[in-house]
Nanobody
Framework: QVQLVESGGGLVQPGGSLRLSCAAS????????MGWYRQAPGKQRELVAA???????NYADSVKGRFTISRDNAKNTVYLQMSSLKPEDTAIYYC???????????????????WGQGTQVTVSS
C-alpha cells in the first residue's frame, strides 16, 4: 500500500558530501513527519534528523551543523544533505514516515509508521 524508496547513498571520502532522497508513494492520505535514522554495525538504530509537516526540525547532536533535512510536500519526498562527513557517519540510513493511509477512494483509514529499505553510506579514504 505504502512504499518509501531511498536513493543517494554511496562511498565518500572524509569531508565530502552526499544527498539522500526518500520518496513516499502509494495510498497516502497525509504525511505527518518524515525523518532519517541510521544504524552502524553493532549499534542501535538512532535518529539522525526529522521534519514535521509544519517544518519543525530535530537533529541529533552529532550531525548538527553538518546535515540538513528538508522536504517537498508536493512530492512526498524528504532529503538529507550531508556535508563534512566523518568515518563515524558510516551506517545504513533508513527513511521513516509517520503517515495517514488512504483507501482507494481517498478516505482516511489509519496512521502508521513506515520504513524504507535502507541505503548504505560509507565514509572512508
Amino acid at each position: 500500500q505504502v512504499q518509501l524508496v531511498e536513493s543517494g547513498g554511496g562511498l565518500v571520502q572524509p569531508g565530502g558530501s552526499l544527498r539522500l532522497s526518500c520518496a513516499a508513494s502509494g495510498n497516502i492520505f497525509s504525511i505527518n513527519a518524515m525523518g532519517w535514522y541510521r544504524q552502524a554495525p553493532g549499534k542501535q538504530r538512532e535518529l539522525v534528523a526529522a521534519i514535521t509537516s509544519g517544518g519543525v526540525i530535530n537533529y541529533a547532536d552529532s550531525v548538527k551543523g553538518r546535515f540538513t533535512i528538508s522536504r517537498d510536500n508536493a512530492k512526498n519526498t524528504v532529503y538529507l544533505q550531508m556535508s563534512s562527513l566523518k568515518p563515524e557517519d558510516t551506517a545504513i540510513y533508513y527513511c521513516n514516515a509517520n503517515l495517514g493511509v488512504a483507501t482507494s477512494s481517498g478516505s482516511y483509514t489509519y496512521t502508521g509508521r513506515y520504513w524504507g529499505q535502507g541505503t548504505q553510506v560509507t565514509v572512508s579514504s
